[in-house]
């Protein structure tokens, strides 16, 4: 952790076998990166609620198309049954984000906020990634970069 990457420093990011999926990854972290370094901003005083409001816009935009790309790449190339899995997991996720989103919404409460970007979300990630990415990765990797 580092005041350039305070909730998650791209080299932990787990690298799996499709080029395309890691960049996908990289620009995610980037943002919750900046998401994190507003909240911690925030937690210290100086909070900018519309800037964490538009990072946080950002982020949930970008999850969807992010969710939405393997989804199709599962899809179009027939990833076997695990694609049932790994569209729920994403689903779920996005659930759970978006449940943030409107909380902050609601209640611009930076602390709730902060416990999620710093603690709940970069466990799943990497959880994620490491398993339901790594594995549909190996096998997208037949057919895409
Ligand atoms: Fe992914
Ligand atoms: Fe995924």
Redesign the pocket.
Known sequence: MTDKHPVLPPEEIPAIAVGSMNDTHHEEVALVNALGALLLQAVDGNADIPAITAALDEWIAHTEAH?SR?NNMMQEYGFPPPYAV?AQE?SSALEGLKEIQRQWNDDQNVEQLAGYVFNSWPQWFQM?VNS??NVTAQFLSNFVD
């Open positions: 969710f393997e790994h994403h994620h339901m990415d």
